[in-house]
């Protein structure tokens, strides 16, 4: 069975470029997240899906950052224009069930805003 | 955000047990305690999860005490392969956040 696919796994950019971030979660995963990962640092929880609907957005930057997740499958995340301290990790992890909090992560995109 | 705490790094060597303890005040009653393993250039790895007392899987034991305020994840017999960042996570009272700490970074040494 296929993990969480993303892509690209790593992106080089000019600050105030955008950029767009995609994940593909497991089958039949109703929930899916995202995360970004400082050098160093734990998983920082950007939104949560539960299928199509945002459950929990509420450390997203909103004014340049930007999630959809059509159809309650696969998810888009876009930096609209990005900065220099938006460089990290950006991680996607699906799970089954919200309660149990297992998670199956994606391997990452590694942003580089130059 | 109330944060877990964990110690930043450990050291060990090949064939010890290790134990990590995880330290989170702000648990949840319904919640549960999961502790994954994150290698460089890699998504975190789903370890093990427990609600109370023990819990054991092929790759390791979680130890819960009664007041589910911490919990350890038990590592027996460790290899070169184990040398990675474990975190716990929890969510936190009232809010349902998803808080992954600072981790602990564990070295295997020969």
């Known amino acids: 069975e296929a993990g969480v696919v993303q892509s690209p796994r790593y992106k080089i950019i000019e600050k105030k470029q955008p950029v767009a971030f995609w994940c593909n979660p497991i089958s039949g995963h109703n929930t899916l997240y995202w995360y970004r990962q400082n050098l160093g640092q734990g998983p920082e929880l950007l939104i949560r899906y539960e299928n199509e609907e945002a459950v929990d957005d509420s450390q997203l930057p909103k004014d340049r950052f930007s999630a959809e997740r059509l159809k309650g499958v696969d998810s888009t995340l876009k930096i609209q224009p990005a900065e220099l301290g938006d460089s990290a990790v950006y991680l996607c992890?699906?799970?089954?069930?919200?309660?149990?909090?297992?998670?199956?992560f994606g391997a990452g995109t590694r942003l580089s805003v130059l | 955000l109330a944060k877990t705490t964990q110690p930043i790094s450990m050291d060990s060597y090949e064939g010890q047990e290790v134990n990590i303890t995880c330290s989170h005040n702000?648990?949840?009653?319904?919640?549960?305690i999961t502790w994954y393993q994150q290698f460089p250039s890699q998504g975190p790895r789903f370890i093990i999860q427990?609600?109370?007392t023990k819990v054991t899987n092929e790759v390791a034991s979680l130890f819960i005490p009664a007041d589910r305020k911490s919990s350890t994840l038990s590592l027996p017999r460790v290899s070169l392969s184990d040398t990675a960042v474990y975190y716990c996570?929890?969510?936190?009272?009232?809010?349902?956040?998803?808080?992954f700490g600072s981790g602990t970074r564990l070295q295997v040494q020969p």
């Open positions: 992890a699906s799970s089954l069930d919200l309660g149990t909090n297992i998670q199956y």
């Open positions: 996570l929890v969510a936190e009272t009232g809010r349902r956040a998803l808080t």
């Open positions: 702000n648990i949840a009653t319904n919640d549960y």
């Open positions: 427990g609600y109370k």
